[in-house]
Every structure is written in C-alpha cells, then in structure tokens.
C-alpha cells in the first residue's frame, strides 16, 4: 500500500536523498502484540525531532511491514488509522514525510514487498522518485537492513526496538551498516 502524505513542491526539481525508515522500533516502540490499537502507540524519545532534521534537506520514507492484516489481527481500516495518527503527530511537530508503504502480508506468503525483500524501497521510488542509491534504510531488525543492500542504500541499524538482539548478526552480515543508539542519536551521520 502505497501513501502519499505530502504534496509534491513544483520548486523541488530533481528529488532529493531519501532516508526509508522503518515505523515499528525506529519511530514508535514495538510491541510484542503487535501494534493493533491507538493506546499501543508511543514515540521513541528524540524520533519526531530527529525526523524534523532529516526532512529539511532529505525524501523521508516509512517502510513499514504490517502482517497484522493479512492475519486478521486487526482490520486494515484500524491499522491505517493508527499509522495516519504516527504520521500526523510527527507532521503537526514540522517533521514532514513525503510517503509511506506498508505490507500487509505475513512472512509464509513470501511476497515481494514484505522486508527483508526491497520491494516496498523500490516501489517508493518508482511512484515518488525517489534514490536508493546513495539514501539510507534505517531499521531496528536485519530485515530492515537486509532490504536496504538490496535496493542500493547505506544502512543504519539502531539499537532501539529490536536492534539491540540484532546487532551481531547485522554486524557480521553487513560490517558496512552503521550502528547507533537510536534515530536522534544518528541522525547527524544520515545528513553526512
């Protein structure tokens, strides 16, 4: 599901550098029952200034993978409700982000969007312009990273969210990705 949330700006010309970032563990903590409802969500500290940084001069992206609709955990229409409010508050702060893409299929379907398959970086770029080449994908999890090598971007894996469990194997895997505490903690290395 492809998300338009900003408007394109006549003045823009050539796009500029895009930064995909993962939602669940980058923006907002995971949960291990999924993020199903609006009460589920909370800002990580630091995500929505972070993002406000990085939009001033970058094509900011969610990637976000969503199995909770395809298994029938919470109905679609409540899952993009609770992502349009994510979106909403981070955009009233002045962090604006261009797009979203969410996949709603479980790990069994094997689809071509779900991360750690580029599908949803690729998509992002074909609908919107954007470069993977030469952006970054920042994720909590090797499948966020996974997903970023295979579109052409630099990684960042933070140690929020899930990225603390996943920084050997990511280290070993990708000795290239770089590691930081969180998104704000970062965010300086993205504008580079």
Same mark, same amino acid.
């Given at each position: %599901?492809?998300?338009?949330h *900003?408007a394109?700006d006549?003045?823009?010309?050539?796009?500029?550098?895009?930064?995909?970032l993962? /939602?669940?563990?980058?923006?907002?903590?995971?949960?291990?029952? &999924?993020?199903?409802?609006?009460?589920?969500?909370a800002?990580?500290?630091?995500?929505?200034?972070?993002?406000?940084?990085?939009?001033?001069?970058r094509d900011v992206?969610?990637?976000?993978n969503?199995?909770?609709?395809?298994?029938?955990l919470?109905?679609?229409?409540?899952?993009?409700?609770? &992502?349009?409010?994510?979106? +909403? /508050?981070?955009?009233?702060a002045?962090?604006?982000? #261009?797009?979203?893409?969410?996949?709603? &299929?479980?790990?069994?379907? *094997?689809c071509a969007?779900?991360?750690?398959?580029?599908? %949803?970086? #690729?998509?992002?770029s074909?609908?919107w312009?954007? /470069?993977?080449?030469?952006?970054? %994908?920042?994720?909590?999890?090797?499948?966020?990273?996974?997903?970023?090598?295979?579109?052409?971007c630099r990684?960042?894996?933070?140690?929020? @969210?899930?990225?603390?469990? &996943?920084? +050997?194997?990511?280290?070993?895997?990708?000795p290239?990705?770089?590691?930081?505490p969180? #998104?704000?903690? @970062?965010?300086?290395?993205?504008?580079?």
């Amino acid at each position: %599901m492809l998300i338009r949330h *900003r408007a394109e700006d006549a003045s823009e010309g050539a796009r500029r550098p895009v930064v995909f970032l993962d /939602r669940d563990g980058v923006l907002i903590e995971n949960r291990d029952a &999924h993020v199903r409802r609006p009460s589920d969500v909370a800002l990580i500290p630091g995500a929505v200034e972070a993002v406000r940084l990085l939009s001033r001069s970058r094509d900011v992206v969610i990637v976000t993978n969503q199995a909770v609709i395809e298994r029938d955990l919470a109905p679609a229409e409540e899952i993009l409700a609770i &992502h349009r409010s994510v979106v +909403d /508050r981070f955009e009233a702060a002045g962090a604006s982000i #261009l797009g979203s893409v969410i996949c709603p &299929h479980a790990p069994a379907g *094997r689809c071509a969007c779900r991360k750690p398959e580029p599908g %949803m970086l #690729l998509a992002a770029s074909r609908a919107w312009g954007c /470069r993977p080449e030469g952006g970054w %994908m920042v994720g909590d999890a090797i499948t966020d990273i996974q997903a970023g090598a295979a579109a052409g971007c630099r990684t960042m894996l933070v140690r929020t @969210g899930r990225g603390a469990a &996943h920084e +050997d194997r990511t280290r070993q895997a990708y000795p290239g990705c770089v590691v930081a505490p969180s #998104l704000s903690l @970062g965010a300086d290395r993205l504008l580079a």
